[in-house]
């Protein structure tokens, strides 16, 4: 190879290889084609957003991330490791957590307590080890207590941490389905529409707390959102689905103003 080919090469190649790559996923149910050949990367500590109209597939791309569904075509890739090697109860342990769209709490439990469920993807000792109270058992649940209550306070939840979520208005709650996931110390955070439901001030209240769980816990996010302001505001890359194509990918900038997204979003709110 000539010496300044391999310079053009080396000059190419990314810095650091994507935290999360997509490449050619396909889903279908039935006859329909949820996901038609998508690929997309997700870059290290970026918050990435994923738009696209009612029914264009982003959801199921959700769930093929978090291993709720298979697919019969393309791979991912989380961190360089192919996910189909991995088992959908060991996806959280990997370093992926989400919330969901309809909200996915223990009404009857308190705030402190739903967020410390989170934390069993990160803990070692098993039911046998718990039931019969084995040594670190103790060790491993004062870590959990300290690290709930560390988001609780910087979730702003600490006047209800001892609230049952069901009591909560729904703005809480969705504060604490966030914290939930964040207790499993994730490196990639998927958020399914979480402006969903919220007042315009939560909306905005919304956008600076992603930012700040980018920053202070060094993650990346992804992000499903209808609300096209906050995906807008807060994305630094954002990939628009159509009928389970992609049909853009850049800045918010470059995609809001690409003629397919808007003909995709013609007629509807955005
Ligand atoms: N479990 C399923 N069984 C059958 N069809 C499904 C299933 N999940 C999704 N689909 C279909 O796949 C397509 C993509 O749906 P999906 O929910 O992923 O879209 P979406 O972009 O998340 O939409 P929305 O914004 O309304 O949540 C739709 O046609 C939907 O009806």
Same mark, same amino acid.
């Given at each position: 190879?000539?010496v300044?080919e391999?310079a053009?090469?080396?000059?190419?190649?990314?810095?650091?290889a994507p935290?999360?790559?997509?490449?050619?996923?396909?889903?279908?149910?039935?006859?329909?084609?949820a996901?038609?050949?998508?690929?997309?990367?997700?870059?290290?500590?970026?918050?990435?957003?994923?738009?696209?109209?009612?029914?264009?597939?982003?959801?199921?791309?959700?769930?093929?991330?978090?291993?709720?569904?298979?697919?019969?075509?393309?791979?991912? =890739?989380?961190d360089?490791q192919?996910?189909?090697?991995?088992?959908?109860?060991?996806?959280?342990?990997?370093?992926?957590?989400?919330?969901?769209?309809?909200?996915?709490?223990?009404?009857?439990?308190?705030?402190?307590?739903?967020?410390?469920?989170?934390?069993?993807a990160?803990?070692?000792?098993?039911?046998? *080890?718990?039931?019969?109270?084995?040594?670190?058992?103790? *060790?491993?649940?004062e870590?959990s207590?300290?690290?709930?209550?560390?988001?609780?306070?910087?979730?702003?939840?600490?006047?209800v *941490?001892?609230?049952?979520? *069901?009591e909560?208005?729904f703005?809480?709650r969705?504060?604490?389905?966030?914290?939930?996931?964040?207790?499993?110390?994730? =490196?990639?955070?998927?958020?399914?529409?979480?402006?969903?439901?919220?007042?315009?001030?939560?909306?905005?209240?919304?956008g600076?707390l992603?930012r700040?769980?980018?920053?202070?816990?060094?993650?990346?996010v992804?992000?499903?959102?209808?609300?096209?302001?906050?995906?807008m505001?807060?994305?630094?890359?954002?990939?628009?689905?159509?009928?389970?194509?992609?049909?853009?990918?850049?800045?918010?900038?470059?995609?809001?103003?690409h003629?397919?997204?808007?003909?995709?979003?013609?007629?509807?709110?955005?």
């Amino acid at each position: 190879m000539q010496v300044h080919e391999e310079a053009r090469l080396v000059a190419a190649a990314p810095a650091e290889a994507p935290l999360l790559s997509v490449r050619d996923l396909c889903v279908r149910f039935g006859g329909i084609t949820a996901l038609d050949g998508v690929s997309f990367d997700v870059q290290r500590g970026q918050v990435a957003g994923l738009i696209g109209p009612n029914g264009a597939g982003k959801t199921t791309l959700f769930n093929c991330l978090s291993r709720l569904y298979g697919y019969s075509e393309g791979r991912i =890739r989380f961190d360089g490791q192919p996910l189909e090697s991995v088992a959908r109860h060991q996806v959280a342990g990997l370093g992926i957590g989400r919330t969901f769209q309809n909200l996915a709490l223990f009404g009857s439990m308190s705030v402190l307590d739903n967020i410390k469920v989170g934390r069993h993807a990160r803990t070692r000792k098993g039911f046998l *080890a718990n039931a019969l109270r084995l040594p670190g058992v103790a *060790a491993e649940e004062e870590d959990s207590s300290r690290r709930a209550r560390e988001l609780v306070r910087f979730l702003g939840l600490e006047p209800v *941490a001892d609230t049952r979520v *069901a009591e909560l208005p729904f703005g809480s709650r969705k504060r604490v389905e966030l914290g939930r996931a964040l207790a499993s110390e994730p =490196r990639l955070l998927l958020l399914d529409e979480p402006a969903a439901g919220l007042n315009h001030e939560e909306v905005g209240a919304l956008g600076t707390l992603i930012r700040r769980i980018r920053d202070q816990f060094h993650l990346t996010v992804l992000l499903v959102e209808h609300h096209m302001g906050l995906v807008m505001s807060v994305s630094d890359h954002v990939v628009a689905l159509n009928f389970g194509r992609k049909i853009a990918e850049g800045t918010p900038a470059q995609v809001r103003a690409h003629p397919e997204v808007i003909q995709a979003y013609l007629g509807t709110e955005s």
